[in-house]
C-alpha cells in the first residue's frame, strides 16, 4: 500500500512558498467551470478572469487570500519570485474574495517561459488587517519578489489554513487565416 504524499510537497508549494502546514480549512476553487485540483493545469485564457473561491468558516471569521507565481520570470531562473498575482484581505467566513478588501487586484497568469505554478494561499486573521484606502495603488512595487511567507509574518498571521496551486504554460498565439 503507497503512503499518501501531500501534493503541496511534490508540488514544492511546502517549502517554496509557506512552511509545513496542515490544512484546517475547506477551501473551493474554480475558473470558470473548470474545478481547481493541486497541480491541474489551467491554461491562462481560462484565467484571464478571477477565480471563484469559496472559503468555509463562521461569519465572525476573517480570511486573507495570497496568489503568488513563484516560478517568475522562469522556473529555472525564478529571479522575481514570488510574482504577486492578488491580495485580499478581510474576507468574512463563508464568503468569497469580493466580500473581502481586495488590496492588489488580480492578474492573470502571463507565463513567459515554461511551466509556472500559481498558488493560492488562506490564512486565518486574528484581527482585522488593515488596508489601503480605495483608489491608492498598494500594487506599483510590491508584485515583484512579494514574499508570502513575510507578509504573513507582518500581519500575525500565522500558518496557512488552506493552500492550492495549479500550472499553467504559455498559449501559442492563436493562428489567423488568410
Known amino acids: 500500500?503507497?503512503?499518501?504524499?501531500?501534493?503541496?510537497?511534490?508540488?514544492?508549494?511546502?517549502g517554496d512558498v509557506v512552511d509545513m502546514?496542515?490544512?484546517?480549512?475547506?477551501?473551493?476553487?474554480?475558473?470558470?467551470?473548470?474545478?481547481?485540483?493541486?497541480g491541474c493545469e489551467i491554461k491562462p485564457s481560462l484565467a484571464a478572469a478571477a477565480p471563484m473561491v469559496q472559503i468555509a468558516g463562521r461569519l465572525g471569521d476573517l480570511f486573507t487570500l495570497v496568489m503568488t507565481d513563484p516560478d517568475a520570470p522562469s522556473p529555472?531562473?525564478?529571479?522575481?519570485?514570488?510574482?504577486?498575482?492578488?491580495?485580499?484581505?478581510?474576507?468574512?467566513?463563508?464568503?468569497?474574495p469580493s466580500q473581502g478588501q481586495e488590496v492588489v487586484p488580480y492578474m492573470a497568469p502571463q507565463p513567459p517561459l515554461g511551466i509556472h505554478r500559481y498558488v493560492l494561499v488562506v490564512y486565518q486573521q486574528k484581527a482585522r488587517v488593515a488596508a489601503p484606502a480605495p483608489g491608492t495603488d498598494a500594487a506599483?512595487?510590491?508584485?515583484?519578489?512579494f514574499?508570502?511567507?513575510?507578509?504573513?509574518?507582518?500581519?500575525?498571521?500565522?500558518?496557512?489554513?488552506?493552500?492550492?496551486?495549479?500550472?499553467?504554460q504559455r498559449e501559442p498565439a492563436s493562428r489567423r487565416r488568410r
Open 21 to 38: 502546514f496542515v490544512p484546517t480549512m475547506p477551501v473551493s476553487v474554480r475558473f470558470g467551470t473548470k474545478d481547481l485540483t493541486n
Open 1 to 14: 500500500m503507497a503512503a499518501h504524499v501531500d501534493p503541496l510537497v511534490v508540488g514544492r508549494v511546502i
Open 147 to 168: 514574499s508570502t511567507r513575510a507578509f504573513a509574518g507582518r500581519h500575525d498571521l500565522g500558518l496557512p489554513v488552506a493552500a492550492m496551486y495549479f500550472n499553467a
Open 140 to 145: 506599483g512595487a510590491v508584485r515583484a519578489r
Open 76 to 96: 529555472s531562473e525564478p529571479t522575481m519570485k514570488e510574482w504577486l498575482h492578488w491580495l485580499v484581505v478581510n474576507i468574512p467566513g463563508g464568503a468569497d
